[in-house]
């Protein structure tokens, strides 16, 4: 009896570190340095080093992403925002994609670790994958062609419009 007692606790907690490592590596520090993984962030400030979860980290200097700098970051602006973690389907095939979620600077706006071409001061996130700021329109972190960003607003499900167009998943509605 204490022999299957042993043998469940030891499979649970091989199931707990399977479980940790199968979602991707995490920040640790240790004696002064920082890792993630098994890899050293040799930029990292391990005084001031936080952890932000989904692979983002900041320290005084620096905001990284699963153990890279992201440049042009400003750590002392820079925010996380949460995200659900639903995953949406790419229209070339069907594969779910992960959502990775807009965050923007003080100057920058961020689409996972993509810097994309948006104004931040007037950036705003629609819903349903959609953003704009006053001069364009975004699905996903990719640019929506030709769409007017002044009257575009997300009806639901994929759906949006503007004064002239409809757009299914980012796609202008024909």
């Not at 940790?20 to 590596?25: H, M, V």
């Not at 002064?32 to 932000?52: I, K, M, N, P, T």
């Amino acid at each position: 009896m204490k022999q299957m007692m042993m043998i469940r606790r030891l499979l649970i907690v091989m199931v707990m570190v399977w479980s940790a490592t199968a979602y991707g590596q995490r920040y640790e520090t240790e004696r002064g340095r920082v890792y993630f993984g098994h890899e050293q962030v040799a930029q990292a400030d391990a005084r001031s080093f936080v952890d932000l979860g989904c692979g983002y980290a900041k320290d005084c200097n620096n905001v990284y992403l699963n153990g890279r700098v992201l440049e042009f970051v400003d750590p002392a602006t820079f925010r996380l925002k949460k995200h659900d973690t639903w995953r949406h389907h790419d229209d070339r095939d069907d594969r779910p994609m992960p959502q990775r979620g807009y965050f923007k600077t003080k100057w920058n706006v961020y689409y996972g670790d993509k810097k994309i071409d948006a104004v931040a001061n007037s950036f705003k996130e629609l819903g349903g994958g959609y953003a704009k700021d006053a001069f364009n329109v975004f699905y996903y972190g990719e640019k929506v062609n030709g769409a007017v960003a002044s009257s575009f607003e997300y009806k639901g499900n994929g759906y949006a419009q503007d004064a002239f167009d409809a757009y299914y998943r980012g796609r202008k509605i024909e």
